[in-house]
């Protein structure tokens, strides 16, 4: 492989589409620097492969996004650790900070979904992909992303409902409410 | 409502990720890693490369042996002190005469395709020779192995060789008594047998060497004496786990190239060992009448007796 072409070809194909998989990776991942990382990492395999794909590479490189954010979930439950760790604050409204929370807080939500179902939202919901374009790209079949949306709106409709600002209130302690 | 919470998602996603753009030299860092990545595995397999060609001559010795080695230099960084002594040491006092004598060891001996394994008096004579990384035997060689049954147990040895399509190739019984190693060799291939006997060499070490292997008959010698002679060498580290059978293995390399090491957790006693492309398992069995019953070799009727092969 030629190092100056390879990484030039490599280059314009991010200038045009990079930033769309960058957040896509981020989505999945559930931060930028493990975003990039995964992109990175999708990158890579692209290159090893370099000479083999023929037309656009964006295929290639957005299955591979997918199957390697399954991956790391499988194998890295320090990643699992920290995804619990990014729960959504409840709020406060006279703090800035936390409105910034409750703004994005349905994707703070979806850090908490399983994988499968996750990568499916993200996949139907960002990617706007059909059923069956989000089976191609996860692997699985047009059936398993039909119920894994489901199951993954349902989830996130509950998790919203209960960390809704209005519903922390009602869960101060009886004590304080009455000072 | 679930519109309506779709909605929401996707709006949620688009402020999360608004400010996201793919660092300059991405591409670039892409490209180097993938590069590194790509070299380590050419060092790898180079490496490999290397250890098959110096296992071109396997040697299993009887009470001769067949290959000196000298210990190899100890130019090695210390390794992780307590884990790894720890363990060594375990692994030496499981394999110690007193608590092996009493187990009949049983080892199943994979070979790579093509090597050839001969006979001879004084041991084993095995060749293998490696052309673009594959290993090639001599072509059309009645002594084409693909796997050798090894069990010792006292004193005794009996090396039973396979070839590639599973046709029983010989067996090799080596006992020792009065200071004498018998050797009696029953060959399937052309339905002949020999028998030599030699004066028993005294032990001998093993060596530090990565590339022989050698084993010595009578009690107290075999795979445990081997495996302790390489571990007394400080070469060795614990490296980590590798799941084997179900059993989560303790896994002991030397850095030079020397075998690698599978111990059972429990017992510290061998699972597995690995020297270059050779593979060799190891069972460890009470001395039952049908266990011991498979040391002993009877020439099957209507085999003819031959000269034992003259030494090259």
């Known amino acids: 492989m030629e190092p100056g072409r390879a990484v030039a070809d490599l280059e314009l194909f991010l200038a045009d589409r990079g930033d769309d998989l960058l957040r896509t990776a981020v989505l999945l991942t559930g931060s930028k620097e493990a975003g990039e990382d995964l992109l990175q990492a999708a990158l890579e395999r692209l290159l090893g492969r370099w000479h083999t794909i023929e037309g656009d590479p964006e295929g290639y490189l957005r299955r591979t996004l997918y199957h390697l954010a399954a991956d790391r979930w499988r194998q890295q439950s320090a990643w699992r650790r920290q995804l619990r760790l990014l729960r959504p604050g409840l709020g406060d409204a006279a703090d800035p900070f936390a409105e910034v929370e409750v703004r994005d807080s349905l994707v703070r939500l979806l850090l908490q979904l399983p994988p499968r179902q996750r990568a499916v939202i993200v996949a139907r919901y960002w990617e706007q992909l059909s059923e069956a374009e989000s089976a191609r790209i996860l692997g699985c079949s047009v059936g398993t992303v039909k119920s894994a949306a489901a199951r993954g709106l349902r989830r996130l409709r509950e998790l919203s409902e209960s960390h809704r600002p209005q519903d922390a209130a009602e869960r101060v302690p009886a004590r304080e409410q009455t000072t | ?312």
């Open chain 2, 1 to 312: 409502m679930n519109i309506e919470l779709a909605d929401q998602l996707r709006s949620d996603m688009e402020r999360f990720t608004r400010d996201i753009y793919v660092p300059r030299g991405l591409a670039l860092r892409a490209y180097r890693h993938y590069q590194r990545r790509r070299t380590t595995l050419r060092v790898a397999v180079a490496a490999w490369t290397a250890t098959a060609l110096a296992v071109g001559a396997v040697a299993i010795a009887g009470a001769a042996g067949a290959f000196g080695s000298a210990p190899a230099p100890g130019s090695a960084p210390a390794p992780p002190a307590q884990t790894t002594a720890y363990v060594l040491k375990r692994v030496e006092s499981a394999l110690a005469p007193a608590n092996v004598d009493n187990l009949i060891s049983l080892n199943r001996l994979v070979f790579p395709p093509g090597l050839t394994l001969e006979p001879v008096v004084g041991g084993l004579s095995g060749d293998a020779t490696t052309r673009g990384g594959t290993t090639i035997g001599r072509e059309g060689s009645p002594w084409s192995v693909a796997y050798v049954l090894h069990w010792a147990y006292q004193g005794a040895q009996k090396y039973s060789a396979y070839g590639p399509s599973g046709q029983h190739v010989f067996d090799m019984r080596v006992s020792v008594a009065k200071g004498s190693v018998t050797e009696t060799v029953v060959i399937y291939t052309d339905r002949t047998w020999w028998t030599a006997t030699k004066t028993a060499a005294g032990p001998r070490s093993a060596g530090c060497a990565a590339n022989s292997i050698q084993l010595s008959a009578g009690p107290g010698n075999g795979w445990p004496a081997f495996i302790r002679s390489q571990l007394a060498c400080g070469a060795y580290t614990v490296v980590g786990h590798q799941v084997i059978n179900g059993i989560d293995a303790i896994k002991i390399t030397g850095d030079r190239g020397q075998p690698t090491l599978l111990v059972n957790p429990a017992t510290y006693l061998p699972i597995q060992l690995t020297i270059g492309p050779l593979r060799n398992y190891f069972q460890w069995l009470p001395p039952t009448s049908a266990h011991l019953a498979e040391l002993k070799e009877a020439v099957p009727t209507g085999f003819r007796q031959v000269p034992p092969p003259t030494p090259n």
